[in-house]
């Protein structure tokens, strides 16, 4: 308790100065956004920034700019030819605002972007995040089913003493119960999307490239998921599962004719339900990063203010964030047990046999 109390405490002192020189040289130019800072962590990104420093200079990870123009074909660079956004290369840039605010864009002669016809197929920070994870999964199950395949009557060793349990509280605790006695073929589904979610939830806690990377607090990524879930229930889905849709037994026939309100609120019920799951993943996961990131941004705000101030709020700044990194973690597990389970449940609705 001690040692990590005196790591603590140099962490936060050296957080402090380095908040200080940081205040110090921004307030020349403009006061440090806080907002900013914190957005461009949880943001999709063209680069993988690292630092700034004292002097202003941003310190990133170029990553590959991959585009296809109707005008002029393919293009291959990387990123740090925009200087962080700040100009142009071979008719492209990151637009400042506006709708396409962050993305790239293709401009004319005058500056003035073009309407469509750019495919935008570059490797971002949320890209490189789901290879990470996919390739670590590939790693991870290939070398448990190895272990597994080699001694099938010894007891689990290696990763696959750390995964087993997992699979087996995603088969009995959440198939099985939510699905019933059919739920061996959705088994393959609700354990990639378990585990995929877990581990990127994990690594974007570590706050080290190609780690880090905000992947499930990206929109498009839990509407992926929640789309694939909402497939696999309308495919799966029996007679009796659409009968409860457009003819709901016990209804009184009034709500159901002339006017269909009750199959008007089941059908509303089929596309709000995967609305809920990526929402639902993608504001938790958004909510931990910003939190965790506020109370680091306090020691900016009151080393601005005292620099005595900055050096007694320090160490409670990191105690704070280091129970939201612990507390993350529990949620990452959380976040993923969830969204397999509600998937489960989902698909337990659309097979369900008439009693």
């Known amino acids: ?49 690292i630092m700034t420093t004292p002097s202003g200079e941003h310190v990133s ?4 700019v991959i585009l296809y123009s109707e005008r002029s074909g393919f293009h ?7 200087h962080h956004g700040h100009s142009s290369y071979k008719g ?6 506006g709708p396409q605010a962050g993305r790239i864009v293709e401009i004319d002669e ?15 920070k949320v890209v490189i995040g789901l290879l990470v994870t996919m390739f670590f999964m ?43 006695k059919n739920y061996n073929r959705f088994m393959p589904y609700l354990l990639t999307v378990f585990f ?19 992947v499930t607090g990206n929109i498009s990524v839990t509407a992926s998921l929640a789309l694939v879930t909402f497939f696999i229930t309308t495919v799966s889905g029996n007679k009796n599962y659409w009968t409860h849709i457009f003819n709901t037994p016990g209804v009184p026939w009034w709500l159901k004719m002339p006017i269909p309100l009750m199959p008007f609120v089941e059908v509303i019920g089929v596309f ?51 129970f939201m990194i612990l507390l993350d973690i529990l949620v990452s597990f959380i976040q993923a047990f969830v969204f397999t389970l509600l998937s489960a449940i989902y698909f337990g609705m659309a097979i369900e046999e008439h009693h």
């Open 110 to 124: 005058n500056g003035k972007p073009y309407e469509g016809g750019l495919i935008d197929l570059s490797m971002t």
């Open 272 to 322: 709000t339900k995967p609305i809920i799951l990526a929402i639902r993943l993608f504001a938790n996961m958004t909510a931990g990063h910003i939190v965790m990131l506020a109370f680091i941004s306090l020691i900016f705000i009151f080393g601005a203010i005292s620099p005595v101030v900055g050096i007694a709020v320090s160490p409670f700044s990191m105690l704070f964030a280091v």
């Open 138 to 180: 590939l790693f991870v199950f290939l070398k448990a089913a190895k272990i597994a395949s080699r001694g099938a009557d010894k007891a689990p060793r290696g990763v696959l003493s750390f995964v087993e349990p997992l699979i087996l509280f995603v088969r009995d605790d959440i198939a099985a119960s939510a699905i019933g």
């Open 76 to 82: 291959f660079f990387l990123s740090s030819k925009f």
């Open 92 to 97: 492209f840039e990151i637009a400042k605002e």
């Open 196 to 214: 995929f979610i877990f581990f990127t939830n994990l690594f974007g806690l570590i706050p080290i490239p190609p780690f880090g990377a905000n």
């Open 1 to 49: 308790m001690r040692k990590l109390l005196v790591v603590l405490a140099a962490l936060s002192l050296s957080l402090y100065v380095f908040a200080t020189d940081e205040e110090h040289h921004v307030s020349k130019d403009r006061e440090l956004d806080v907002k900013e800072v914190i957005i461009g962590h949880i943001i999709n990104d063209y680069s993988w920034h």
């Open 61 to 64: 990870i170029p990553l590959p």
